[in-house]
């Protein structure tokens, strides 16, 4: 194929690597995070610097492919037939500056070294759940997170990049310089140019305060009731994630968990204990276990009980408008049926706060949502599909009369595109903007179909 001798001629100037069909590697390096899904790229390359870069943005020119920049994460959406993918690893600068209470982070620095880089400084970051993900990829494409309630999105706390653009031109981008390319990175980075390094605000929190508490399953509707409630006026201060946990009877389990299932109610304040969650709670259920006191983002992060490796998965989630006694009550009744096995773990996050008052202008928006679910469904060697694709779509149904009109990038799933993610006029100005910012349609269209 002609485009295959065009990037093999490119790849005997990098100082990095490109790897074509047919090397021995090859397969391995195609694949994602998330090993349950498949892409079939022309090439896998991991520039070593910003000529590199300039390389092989001229080279899928000259052989009419594309070029899709896929972070460390679980974010990959699907098939990236035609591109090369573009590993980011070798781009790790990271300064951080505590009296102005930024970060200048390189695309392939992951969240893990942010958070260590900050441990006991009185500073965090507006970092994911996850420690392997990296800053580029949540922050481009949303990003959602412990401090979210505090501090808004991780696209809301972004206050410049560094981009290549199509042309070759290397530059810094903020409000001043482009209002409406930083509108459209803020949420949509991928499929807008190839991002080098990202400035960002780090969250004064002088006071973290962390707290677990585990009730059995028989409670969840109450304790979700209540902490429901706690949302009409919980300071921004508090963030509050909920978990419906329901491990499968397979054999790769454990027998001690297998089988058994529990809620959890995590908080996180950035202004000493709340005592009022705690004691709330206290009166609604029976709490099994209950761990309190300070924290941090690095303990988070060693106990969120990630994968720290390539793993398959698959999940849906949904944005809620509201989270009332009927939309509760229907989610229990779908939880405790027994056909619903494969979904392991709901996710529910209190929204508001901050959200609901960004503090830059962006595409990615959880304004005037309450309220994002996660379910998890594990994918384990040899057991079927179909029952987690029942569940998921089932689900869906169960919560369609509250969904939002729109969620967060981070928070689609394969094959699902930006259209879900805000109005019409703004997924047309979010089209003109990658038409100025790339107009020969290098990039991958990404979720945004051309």
């Known amino acids: ?8 001629a490119a790849r005997r100037a990098l100082r990095g690597t ?10 391995d390096a195609c694949r994602p995070w998330n ?71 390189g695309s392939g620095v992951r969240w893990g070294a942010v958070v260590d880089a900050l441990d006991g400084t009185g500073w965090v970051a507006p970092a994911g759940t996850s420690p392997v993900v990296s800053v580029a990829g949540y922050t481009l494409g949303g990003g959602h997170s412990w401090f ?30 482009d209002p ?27 006071a973290v305060w962390g707290a677990e508490l585990a009730f059995g399953a028989g409670n969840a509707a109450a304790v979700m009731r209540a902490v429901r409630d706690l949302a009409v006026d919980a300071p921004s201060s508090l963030n509050v994630f909920m978990n419906s946990m329901r491990m499968p009877d397979v054999p790769q389990l454990p027998e001690e968990i297998r089988g058994r299932s529990f809620f959890t109610v995590q908080a996180l304040s950035t ?38 490796d390539p793993t398959p998965g698959r999940g849906v989630s949904a944005a809620l408008s509201s989270l009332d006694d009927d939309t509760i009550d229907e989610l229990m009744r779908f939880r405790a049926q027994p056909e619903q096995w494969p979904i392991m773990g709901i996710d529910i996050r209190m929204l508001g706060g901050a959200l609901d008052e960004p503090r830059r202008a962006g595409f990615a928006s959880l304004q005037g949502v309450d309220w994002l679910l996660h379910a998890l469904v594990p994918v384990f060697p040899g057991v079927p599909g179909e029952p987690g694709d029942a569940s998921m779509a089932g689900f869906g149904e169960v919560l369609a ?50």
């Open 18 to 27: 490109l790897l074509l069909p047919g090397d021995e590697s090859f397969d």
């Open 1 to 8: 194929m002609a485009h295959l001798s065009v990037l093999d």
């Open 401 to 450: 009369r509250a969904t939002a009109p729109h969620t967060v990038p981070t928070f689609l799933g394969p094959g699902q595109t930006l259209e879900r993610c805000g109005r019409t006029a703004a997924v047309d100005r979010l089209r003109r903007a990658r038409t100025i910012a790339d107009p020969e349609a290098l990039l991958h269209e990404g979720r945004l179909p051309r």
């Open 35 to 105: 090993l349950a899904i498949e892409q079939h790229p022309v090439g896998v390359a991991a520039p070593a610097d910003l000529g590199d870069l300039r390389t092989l943005v001229h080279a899928a020119r000259d052989a009419g492919v594309t070029i899709a920049v896929q972070p460390t994460g679980h974010g990959a959406s699907g098939d990236l037939t035609g591109a090369v993918i573009l590993r980011m690893a070798a781009f790790d600068e990271l300064e951080i500056d505590l009296e102005a209470g930024t970060a200048r982070v």
């Open 271 to 308: 202004n000493g204990p709340a005592e009022r969650l705690v004691s709330g709670l206290g009166r609604v259920g029976t709490v099994q276990r209950e761990v309190t006191g300070p924290t941090s983002p690095r303990l988070i992060a060693e106990s969120s009980g990630e994968p720290t």
């Open 180 to 206: 409406d390319l930083m509108w459209a990175l803020r949420g949509a980075g991928g499929v807008m140019g190839i991002v080098t390094a990202l400035e960002i605000d780090l969250v004064a929190a002088p």
């Open 148 to 177: 979210s309630r505090t501090a808004g999105l991780g696209s809301d706390n972004l206050r410049a990049v560094w981009m290549l653009r199509s042309d070759g031109e290397h530059e810094r981008v903020d409000d001043d310089s």
